[in-house]
Nanobody, 127 residues
Framework: DVQLQASGGGLVQAGGSLRLSCAVSGITFDDYAMSWIRQAPGKEREGISCITFGDGTTYYLASVKGRFTISREDAENTVFLQMSSLKPEDTAVYSC????????????????????WGKGTLVTVSS
């Protein structure tokens, strides 16, 4: 049974930082690309970052590029999202996602076929 559990969210002031973690079980983690997605209140879910397996190439949504950093620790079956210079518009529920056929894209939705995701963590950025 595949499980993904995000943690690390909270309330932070604009300009602040947070580090999210996502612990994964039930898959051979180092064979899977991983992504972070978010859903803001009243908006559709969007992919914001992706990291490949193997060489760990990273991809970012334009609105977070330069402020967010995705990384993975295969030995711990964990993917991270370091967020800095946070803005009120970053307020959302953040989740990690993967899939047996999932892959990263350098444009558009950032990731494709990431059809497994877990419970998210709420990030609230106050102005």
């Amino acid at each position: 049974d595949v499980q993904l559990q995000a943690s690390g969210g909270g309330l932070v002031q604009a300009g602040g930082s947070l580090r999210l973690s996502c612990a994964v079980s039930g898959i051979t983690f180092d064979d899977y690309a991983m992504s972070w997605i978010r859903q803001a209140p009243g908006k559709e879910r969007e992919g914001i970052s992706c990291i490949t397996f193997g060489d760990g190439t990273t991809y970012y949504l334009a609105s977070v590029k330069g402020r967010f950093t995705i990384s993975r620790e295969d030995a711990e079956n964990t993917v991270f999202l370091q967020m800095s210079s946070l803005k009120p518009e970053d307020t959302a529920v953040y989740s990690c996602a993967t899939g047996p056929a999932g892959y990263c894209l350098g444009y558009g939705s950032i990731a494709r076929d990431m059809d497994i995701w877990g419970k998210g963590t709420l990030v609230t950025v106050s102005s």
